[in-house]
């Protein structure tokens, strides 16, 4: 683990409370010893702290879009991959601690602990500074990401069903196939399916950290599915 004065200096905030920090970066798992509360409270907390300064900066930026479409575009910048994206902005991976790697089967699971870290290190700037500088990070982090697309981007989920629907098919059903891992990562698989009539099913696998997240994997990879079937 790096030194922590590195990451302050990264992100222009230096904290009072060195404990806060330290919670934040550590990872549950890396000692049997070590509460995994805190740094669940802090993921929890970064993640509200997240979503109410994109909502805002959102609103202030797309002053003519719907609520729908603000909607689109805000789940697009919440999102596991995202976080993941801005933890490696902010180099997140060199500072946090994490336990080894042999024969932990960790590694599996790197990417939703860095998107986890990402939202506990909000979470902590938030209770040590306040919301100024949460915003201030986050407006930092998310601003070039937030105006990267002219249109608000598409959720698989309502691609697929926009497209069902005006291929004049029946609506995609979601099987909730398994669930792996510890509490603090796990790992849905969940399946989406498609009757394309003639006794012909396509279908599209999808994992992520909730339910909600493995569905829209499966729509995505359902949606690769069809193009091939139905290439324009």
């Not at 979503?51 to 930026?61: K, R």
């Not at 575009?73 to 180099?91: N, T």
């Not at 629907?165 to 969940?190: K, V």
Request: charged share 30%.
């Amino acid at each position: 683990m790096g030194a922590v004065i590195d990451i302050e200096k990264r992100i222009d905030y230096y904290f009072d409370d060195r404990m806060l920090l330290k919670r934040a970066l550590t990872h549950p798992s890396v000692t049997k010893e070590v509460d995994g509360k805190p740094f669940e409270r802090l993921e929890f907390l970064g993640d509200r702290v997240l979503g109410l300064v994109i909502a805002e900066l959102l609103y202030n930026e797309f002053p003519t879009e719907w609520e729908g479409e603000l909607a689109r575009r805000f789940s697009y910048l919440v999102r596991k991959e995202m976080l993941l994206e801005v933890a490696h902005d902010m180099g997140l991976k060199d500072f946090m601690l994490l336990p080894e790697e042999k024969g932990t089967g960790i590694h599996k699971h790197y990417d939703t602990i860095w998107a986890d870290g990402c939202e506990a290190f909000l979470g902590a700037i938030y209770l040590d500074g306040g919301l100024e500088p949460a915003h201030r990070v986050i407006k930092y982090y998310w601003q070039e990401k937030l105006r990267a697309s002219e249109s608000p981007p598409i959720d698989p989920k309502n691609a697929l069903q926009e497209w069902s629907q005006g291929a004049g098919f029946s609506l995609p059903t979601y099987t909730y196939i398994s669930r792996a891992g510890p509490d603090h990562a796990p790992e849905f698989i969940m399946e989406a399916t498609l009757d394309i009539g003639d006794g012909r099913i396509l279908m599209g696998r999808g994992q992520g950290p909730s339910k909600k997240a493995a569905e829209k994997e499966a729509a995505a990879y359902l949606l690769a599915e069809i193009m091939k079937e139905f290439p324009e």
